[in-house]
């Protein structure tokens, strides 16, 4: 489990590709403190488990389904990435509950300073836009960001400068594709009523609250 706060931004030294699936080389430092393998190190918001350490970084395995569901597949070396840590039980969740599990890509619409700000907008699936909701949270790139808008075919997010310094998000041009993973929450409620994440909305009637006992 992680919190979407980006501990360091990391370098792809190496992008071995065998198939559909592949193994990533990423130079970094900050997140090797306490890393062994078999640890999970979440890579532009991917959980993926860590397979062997280096003196300057670290490798991981990416399996088919991950680079289906992802970004990874696109990355090339020299490429930037987001890295953290595992959350560890006693640390504190500066962010929200991120999984580590890509619900689906979404693309960099455009980029508007506002002061000290930069607005960034994504378009997005509307199956998963359904799961995405105003002052809510959402993890881009592995990064916990507030949604500050929704519409019918993306949303916005605000990003504070600590955040444009910290993470590579400002680093994307307009097309470019990023992770995306709703609030975990979310996803739970639309299973329970009824639904997988992706379903089609069926709404609440009465007949519908009659049979849960709520009336």
Same mark, same amino acid.
């Given at each position: 489990?992680?919190?979407?706060?980006?501990?360091?931004?990391?370098?792809?030294?190496?992008?071995?590709?065998?198939?559909r699936?592949?193994?990533?080389?990423?130079?970094?430092?900050?997140?090797?403190?306490?890393?062994?393998?078999?640890? =999970?190190i /979440?890579?532009? @918001? $991917?959980? !993926? #488990? &860590?397979? *062997?350490?280096?003196?300057? +970084? %670290?490798?991981?395995?990416?399996?088919?389904?991950?680079?289906?569901?992802?970004?990874?597949?696109?990355?090339?070396?020299?490429?930037?990435?987001?890295?953290?840590?595992?959350?560890?039980?006693?640390?504190?969740?500066?962010?929200?509950?991120?999984?580590?599990?890509?619900?689906?890509?979404?693309?960099?619409?455009?980029?508007?300073?506002?002061?000290?700000?930069?607005?960034?907008?994504?378009a997005?699936?509307?199956?998963?836009?359904?799961?995405?909701?105003?002052?809510? =949270?959402? /993890?881009?790139? @592995? $990064?916990? !960001? #507030? &949604?500050? *808008?929704?519409?019918?075919? +993306? %949303?916005?997010?605000?990003?504070?400068?600590h955040?444009?310094?910290?993470?590579?998000?400002?680093?994307?041009?307009?097309?470019?594709?990023?992770?995306?993973e709703?609030?975990?929450?979310?996803?739970?409620?639309?299973?329970?009523?009824?639904?997988?994440?992706?379903?089609?909305?069926?709404?609440?009637?009465m007949?519908?609250?009659?049979?849960?006992?709520?009336?």
């Open positions: 489990m992680f919190t979407g706060i980006v501990e360091e931004v990391g370098r792809v030294q190496r992008v071995t590709a065998g198939g699936a592949g193994e990533l080389c990423i130079r970094c430092s900050r997140v090797l403190e306490g890393s062994k393998i078999g640890d =999970s /979440a890579v532009n @918001g $991917v959980c !993926l #488990t &860590v397979t *062997a350490l280096l003196p300057d +970084g %670290f490798t991981a395995d990416v399996m088919p389904e991950t680079l289906r569901r992802s970004s990874l597949g696109a990355l090339q070396t020299g490429d930037g990435v987001n890295l953290e840590r595992a959350m560890p039980a006693d640390g504190r969740f500066g962010g929200h509950i991120v999984s580590g599990h890509i619900d689906g890509l979404g693309r960099v619409a455009s980029f508007r300073r506002e002061e000290n700000a930069v607005w960034l907008s994504i997005a699936d509307p199956a998963l836009l359904r799961l995405v909701v105003e002052k809510g =949270s959402i /993890a881009i790139d @592995g $990064v916990s !960001l #507030t &949604v500050a *808008a929704v519409s019918d075919a +993306g %949303f916005q997010v605000s990003i504070i400068p955040t444009a310094k910290e993470t590579i998000l400002l680093q994307k041009k307009a097309g470019d594709g990023v992770n995306l709703t609030d975990i929450v979310g996803k739970y409620v639309a299973r329970l009523l009824g639904g997988g994440a992706c379903a089609p909305a069926k709404g609440i009637d007949d519908f609250l009659a049979e849960h006992g709520f009336c």
